[in-house]
């Protein structure tokens, strides 16, 4: 699997930080993992939020393109950062909690993009397994925004199910 | 999907996807201007 050489910083706030550039998106990528991100609510959530850390992807532009382009060396090297943090020492049953960005009203365009690399890559091997959820939120009379949230967890995680089980209630519970 | 719609009085859950969104945006704002920064750095060659 093809990925790109990536740079590996821990920010001051512990917030671990692995950027890369493509070449041919002209796009500098960051794949982000905060630990603390969520703790206010890992009392209710203990299984799903006790090893619980926040999984943040930005793309940014360095240069104008003419149109649309597209690197799979991208989604591989994501994924391997993924698979790269979920092998640290400690890590072994972390829960990696996706939020995709709804600031600019794209987020439905991002799940639909990473379920589609989710299922491309192999080179999550048996890292994850996978739950996502649409979230409908009022803003005003008749009208919605979606939220999209998931987790990624190794299919060996002791606790999976109480994990499932605590995602998939999470909304009744906060 | 799974597929959830939020009641317009669920403030609880309301406000936690106001913060959670909040958070995030503060944290592309961070994360893009540290790379700014040491773009900046690098074209000046004060950082190799």
Same mark, same amino acid.
């Given at each position: 699997?093809?990925?790109?050489?990536?740079?590996?910083?821990?920010?001051?706030?512990?917030?671990?930080?692995?950027?890369?550039?493509?070449?041919?998106?002209?796009?500098?990528?960051?794949?982000? #993992?905060?630990?603390?991100?969520?703790?206010?609510?890992?009392?209710? #959530?203990?299984?799903?939020?006790?090893?619980?850390?926040?999984?943040?992807?930005?793309?940014?532009?360095?240069?104008?393109?003419?149109?649309?382009?597209?690197?799979?060396?991208?989604?591989?090297?994501?994924?391997?950062?993924?698979?790269?943090?979920?092998?640290?020492?400690?890590?072994?049953?972390t829960v990696f909690i996706y939020h995709?960005?709804?600031?600019?009203?794209?987020q439905k365009a991002r799940n639909v993009?990473?379920?589609?690399?989710?299922?491309?890559?192999?080179?999550?091997?048996?890292?994850?397994?996978?739950?996502?959820?649409?979230?409908?939120?009022p803003v005003k009379e008749g009208e919605?925004?979606?939220?999209?949230?998931?987790?990624?967890?190794?299919?060996?995680?002791?606790?999976?199910?109480?994990?499932?089980?605590? #995602?998939?209630?999470?909304?009744?519970?906060? | 999907?799974?597929?959830?719609?939020?009641?317009?009085?669920?403030?609880?859950?309301?406000?936690?996807?106001? @913060?959670?969104? @909040?958070?995030?945006?503060?944290?592309?704002?961070?994360?893009?201007?540290?790379?700014?920064?040491?773009?900046?750095? @690098?074209?000046?060659?004060?950082?190799?």
């Amino acid at each position: 699997m093809d990925f790109y050489s990536y740079h590996h910083e821990i920010l001051e706030d512990g917030v671990r930080q692995y950027t890369f550039y493509s070449n041919i998106t002209k796009r500098i990528y960051s794949v982000s #993992f905060d630990s603390s991100f969520y703790a206010e609510f890992s009392e209710i #959530f203990p299984h799903l939020l006790s090893n619980g850390h926040s999984i943040a992807v930005f793309s940014f532009a360095t240069e104008e393109l003419d149109g649309a382009s597209q690197d799979d060396k991208v989604k591989n090297t994501i994924f391997q950062v993924i698979l790269t943090e979920s092998r640290l020492p400690g890590n072994e049953n972390t829960v990696f909690i996706y939020h995709c960005d709804p600031t600019d009203d794209r987020q439905k365009a991002r799940n639909v993009l990473f379920e589609k690399w989710f299922q491309e890559t192999t080179n999550h091997q048996n890292l994850i397994v996978k739950s996502g959820i649409e979230v409908d939120i009022p803003v005003k009379e008749g009208e919605n925004i979606p939220h999209y949230l998931g987790y990624l967890t190794s299919a060996n995680n002791p606790n999976a199910e109480q994990i499932s089980r605590e #995602f998939n209630s999470f909304l009744y519970m906060i | 999907m799974k597929k959830v719609t939020i009641s317009p009085t669920d403030a609880k859950a309301i406000a936690f996807f106001e @913060k959670i969104t @909040k958070k995030k945006e503060e944290l592309r704002k961070k994360i893009e201007s540290r790379l700014t920064e040491t773009t900046l750095l @690098k074209q000046q060659n004060v950082v190799n």
